[in-house]
């Protein structure tokens, strides 16, 4: 039995995150928790593939970083999108709309990621090494902020130095969200 490789831990990523967004935009009686588990997956997503993906790619051969930085571009556009989104709240009256507008954008971004970065880095790295890069993204995703932030930066060096004090009070605000929830029940 193989291991998940990173195109494909990162094409099922997109695959939820198009799940999540196609329920928000139906109109899902849970709107608000869809909303926070889909915040949640693409800080956590977007800023595994700042610090591990697109540095690799970056170095996959020569005229990469024109396959790169417009995805980074895009990614710093969909953190300003999502924080947006996310201080408007589900029961904003523009909610529905700019949310529409975000989820276009997101699924073009995912569609070039698929098509250019990540057919990329199955032609110029080993089934071991994009194995190796999953469970990169995988510990990434574990310490990555489960909000957006924007202002944070979009490199790894960022990430890495950001990252963590943002992802612990990311955290602590998560538990006391939910602990909030519970004691509403």
Do not use: C
């Not at 588990?37 to 020569?62: G, I």
């Not at 250019?116 to 090494?129: A, V």
Request: proline share 4%.
């Amino acid at each position: 039995m193989t291991e998940q490789d990173v195109v494909d831990l990162l094409t099922a990523q997109h695959e939820q995150i198009t799940t999540l967004l196609r329920r928000l935009r139906a109109g899902h009686d849970a709107k608000q928790e869809v909303f926070t588990e889909l915040v949640r997956l693409l800080a956590v997503h977007e800023s595994a593939e700042e610090e591990v993906v697109h540095p690799v790619a970056r170095r996959a051969r020569f005229g990469a970083d024109d396959v790169v930085r417009p995805r980074l571009e895009e990614e710093n556009e969909a953190k300003r999108a999502l924080s947006e989104l996310y201080d408007l709240g589900v029961e904003h009256p523009d909610f529905d709309a700019k949310l529409a507008g975000f989820a276009d954008a997101v699924a073009a971004h995912a569609a070039h990621e698929e098509a250019e970065e990540f057919t990329m880095l199955r032609n110029q790295y080993s089934s071991h090494q994009l194995e190796r890069m999953a469970g990169s993204v995988r510990a990434a995703e574990a310490v990555a902020p489960t909000r957006p932030h924007p202002h944070a930066g979009e490199s790894a060096l960022a990430n890495l130095v950001a990252g963590p004090p943002l992802a612990l009070f990311d955290r602590v605000r998560d538990a006391v969200r939910d602990w909030r929830h519970k004691q509403d029940l």
